[in-house]
């Protein structure tokens, strides 16, 4: 997507005018106490003493404009207070009067912010990452008597930071998918860190610079070492909670990356320190959460209070993140963005195709029909969890992934032999991996209880491996066991929530969770479960045309047959079901009351059945739609635009005759002997009267 334009501005505005510490950010350095604080009887001091430990502190710029910085760089005057002190905007003389930012300590006495200060200058030298700022020098200038000072110098990234980019629009957040935009152009950098054993500690909208054409990390000093326990750096309302008892870790950088995209979107509100207010608002109190259920889903996961709930690397939040961007998209501008999943592989067949046209066999020939999908159906069609390609067992099993159930079985069988007699070594992994593709073999052939006890038994060492919870959903669908299928694909959805298979997974057993719970209270919940799932998907990807006929299916239950006939008709012409809908789209014009049909309607409906005449069910719907014609014809209308119909005069007679001839020809189609005498009886009983 595009990103609105940065315009670039000239570094010298970006000057403060007046740099000022606010009040809310004067703590003692030593000490941490509120200071230089406005009382009711004196007034805020931005030098002074501490009252507490009577430390000195000093919240003013050390170094003015004009200060020549060892004898190359030029102060031009502050640009930001820091975690550690002012940012100074500077020209460097030597290097073709490029800006430079110099970064400095606010108090000199601070030993730990030096330590913080030389081990930034350390990783800095040593960072070479597009969306990282970069170090040109470390220099040592005597601003006050016996006492210098060591300034970093960095890069100048122009620009805004998302701090002043979300400022500008006010009382108003963030739209959704610019949000996620930025969030994942900072998500590799974070990856590079954490490949270094590094975590950021202190993402947060001030700390991220959008330019022209790039975003970009700034202000690295709360960088530390993996599960390090010195003086930890960061915000409150962005840093996560349990970092005092387990150190930096790149589940306490996911959270703080989920709690950053949080305050783009939404109003998270103030405590009375004027910090962000911790957890996910409920979606029913946020318009945007109920908007994008799966930005909803994805905040929760990124934010858990327990860190192994939450994302396990930077690259697989940013995976999720790409499909929740997708669907973002697709809500906000109605085209399909179609992607290519991460987790699974591609969808093994569909199911409930023909469960709307299939209602014209039973209104011509009587027969009865129930338009609930199978259980089975589901479970053949959903898609299976791919093995990942780095996982040491992924050479022995990947070759089963889509193997005949009977023939994994047997296989895997044969391979454990091997393994227990020493004649093969088994990956650390194995166990897992053999056992779940043992259970997928199990279900494809319908043994769920065998599945079951496997499923059992991974449970409790594998409690974060979201697979176990898909398979247990596919058991209980094909143990008649809807809603506890809803709640497992449910988890998957709040893991995954980027991932398009449990959607499709969640409106299945939604549906039939419906026919379990009709008369009951929990009814309209699984209806807008189902219809918001089915419809989502739809949304993101036209290539899943389960879930246009899914969708059609929940309107033409909730009285919509209009609007499920819009959906089947944005099925694309490529599809091999593209006749399937359009014949659909025919059946649910017609088979309403004579009252609700106009004329236009009609001749869509006898528009799409001439377009496909060869079709095996067009005689069907042929006469369901001269019989829909006669009736309105006898309610006293006419269609406007036409004289014919489906080559036949619309008049009583040439309708009647229309419909005897196609009963008749409907006839001679049928195997069953009875059923073609009723067709005939049929046809004689609507054939025009030629004899009085």
Sequence with gaps: MELPRVTPLDPRHAVLDNPEVPELKRFCWKCDSPVGRRTDSAPAHSAGECAHCHSPFNFRPILSAGDLIAGQYEVQGCLAHGGLGWIYLAMDHNVS??????????????????????????????????????????????????????????????????????????????????????????????????????????????????????????????????????????????????????????????????????????????????????????????????????????????????????????????????????????????????????????????????????????????????????????????????????????????????????????????????????????????????????????????????????????????????????????????????????????????MLPGEIAPLLALAASAELAVETAIGSDPLPAWQAAASESYRTLWQVNHGVITAAVGLARRLVADGRTLAAVQVLDQVPHSSRHYAVTRLTGCLLLVSRPAAEITDSQLEAAASRLEEFAHEPRAAQLRVIVLGAALECLRDGRTVRNNSMILGYEISETGLQQGLETSLRDLARTVTDRFHRYRLVDLANYVRPRTRW
Aim: charged share 20%; glycine share 6%.
């Design 97 to 494: 009067d490029r800006w430079v930012v110099l970064k400095g300590l606010q108090n000199p006495l601070d030993f730990e912010a030096h330590v913080v200060a030389l081990a930034e200058r350390q990783f800095l030298s040593e960072v070479t990452h597009p969306a990282i700022v970069k170090i040109y020098n470390f220099v040592k200038h005597t601003a006050r008597p016996h006492m210098p000072d060591g300034y970093i110098v960095m890069e100048y990234v122009g620009g805004r930071s998302l701090k002043t980019i979300l400022d500008q629009y006010g009382s108003d957040r963030m739209p959704a998918a610019e949000a996620i935009a930025y969030v994942m152009e900072v998500l590799p950098a974070l990856d590079y860190l954490h490949s270094f054993g590094l975590a950021y500690n202190d993402l947060k909208p001030d700390n991220v610079m959008v330019t022209e054409d790039e975003v970009k990390l700034i202000d690295l000093g709360a960088v530390a070492a993996m599960d390090s326990f010195g003086s930890l750096y960061g915000t409150p309302g962005y840093q996560a909670p349990e970092i005092t008892e387990t150190g930096p870790t790149i589940a306490s950088d996911v959270y703080s990356v989920g709690r950053t995209l949080a305050t783009l979107v939404l109003d998270l509100g103030r405590d009375h320190n004027g910090d962000h207010l911790p957890g996910i608002p409920d979606p029913r109190t946020r318009a945007v959460l109920r908007r994008y259920p799966a930005l909803h889903r994805l905040l929760c996961r990124a934010t858990a209070i327990d860190p192994h709930q939450r994302f396990p690397s930077a690259y697989s939040m940013y995976s999720q993140l790409a499909g929740v961007l997708r669907m973002v998209l697709a809500i906000d501008t109605g085209t399909e963005y179609p992607q290519r999943s991460v987790e699974f592989g591609s969808m093994r067949g569909d199911f409930g195709i023909d469960t709307l046209i299939a209602q014209s066999d039973g209104m011509v020939n009587g027969t009865q029909h129930t338009s609930r999908v199978d259980p089975a159906d589901i479970a053949a069609a959903l898609p299976v969890p791919l093995i990942d390609t780095q996982d040491s067992s992924a050479n022995l099993l990947s070759p089963l992934l889509h193997s005949e159930a009977r023939h994994t079985l047997d296989a895997l069988h044969r391979t454990h032999s091997r393994i227990r007699t020493g004649a093969i070594a088994a990956p650390a992994t194995y166990e897992l991996e053999a056992a779940l593709t043992a259970v997928r073999a199990h279900l494809d052939l319908g043994t769920t209880m065998a599945a079951n006890d496997l499923l059992a038994a991974l449970a409790p060492r594998y409690a974060q491996d979201w697979r176990i919870e898909w398979f247990n959903g596919i058991a209980a669908l094909l143990d008649h066991q809807p809603e506890r299928a809803h709640r497992h694909f449910d988890t998957v959805a709040g």
